[in-house]
Nanobody, 127 residues
Framework: QVQLVESGGGSVQAGESLRLSCVAS????????MGWFRQAPGKEREGVAV????????YYSDAVKGRATLIQDRARKNLVLEVDHVKPEDAAMYYC????????????????????WGQGTQVTVSS
């Protein structure tokens, strides 16, 4: 069992930056994908940014590409998401998630393959 704990949410002004952190409880757990999803009210959960742990490839959604940076700190079991130039549409509950160690054959954006989820951290954007 792996616990994922997010932090860093809160209120952000449009145009500013946000930084979210996810800490995993087990240092020896290596998922295939690990990263961030978000869900706004009335919308489906969507992938934001994940890292493929076997080769450190990072994937970003089109919504944040060019504005987001995913940083992995293996020593601290910490996965940080930074988003610059925050937009009102970035407001959502953000979740950290991790898959099994083996590849499921699905695209990184498919939330059904993620077996571990954090409790979420809320991000609100004021303009």
């Amino acid at each position: 069992q792996v616990q994922l704990v997010e932090s860093g949410g809160g209120s952000v002004q449009a145009g500013e930056s946000l930084r979210l952190s996810c800490v995993a409880s087990r240092y020896d757990y290596t998922s295939y994908f690990m990263g961030w999803f978000r869900q706004a009210p009335g919308k489906e959960r969507e992938g934001v940014a994940v890292i493929r742990r076997d080769d450190d490839t990072i994937y970003y959604s089109d919504a944040v590409k060019g504005r987001a940076t995913l940083i992995q700190d293996r020593a601290r079991k910490n996965l940080v998401l930074e988003v610059d130039h925050v937009k009102p549409e970035d407001a959502a509950m953000y979740y950290c998630a991790a898959t099994h160690p083996g590849w499921s054959g699905r695209r990184w954006t498919d939330p059904d393959q993620y077996i571990y989820w954090g409790q979420g951290t809320q991000v609100t954007v004021s303009s």
